[in-house]
């Protein structure tokens, strides 16, 4: 019994230790915009959405922003197949890239 319970133990541990390893570092607020720059210029597209969302973000206006904006396609559905969303879901995208760029700039 004593020897499940060591087992288990080991198990948790590794499993903990494991995951923080495997984290990514947070996105800096350049690499943030820069990927929002991405969306808008279409280099990325409608299917790598979902792992911009859930992208780590530590930064708390960062944080708000991405939760902000992570369900602009259901909330600005897109014109065509394949698209992320409609022009006034790209105008938003836009303005929080300018937004997050200005603050940037003026720290």
Excluded: K
Aim: aromatic content about 8%; some cysteine.
């Amino acid at each position: 019994m004593l020897l499940v319970g060591l087992g288990l133990l080991a198990v948790i541990v590794v499993f903990l230790v494991a995951g923080r390893v495997r984290r990514p570092a947070p996105l800096s607020r350049d690499e943030f915009v820069a990927r929002l720059d991405e969306f808008l210029t279409r280099r990325h597209g409608a299917e790598d959405w979902d792992a911009f969302c859930d992208e780590h973000v530590v930064d708390p206006e960062l944080f708000a922003a991405q939760r902000a904006l992570c369900c602009i396609d259901e909330q600005y559905p897109p014109d065509r197949p394949g698209e992320l969303c409609n022009a006034d879901g790209l105008a938003l995208i836009r303005r929080y890239r300018d937004e997050l760029r200005g603050r940037a700039a003026a720290a």
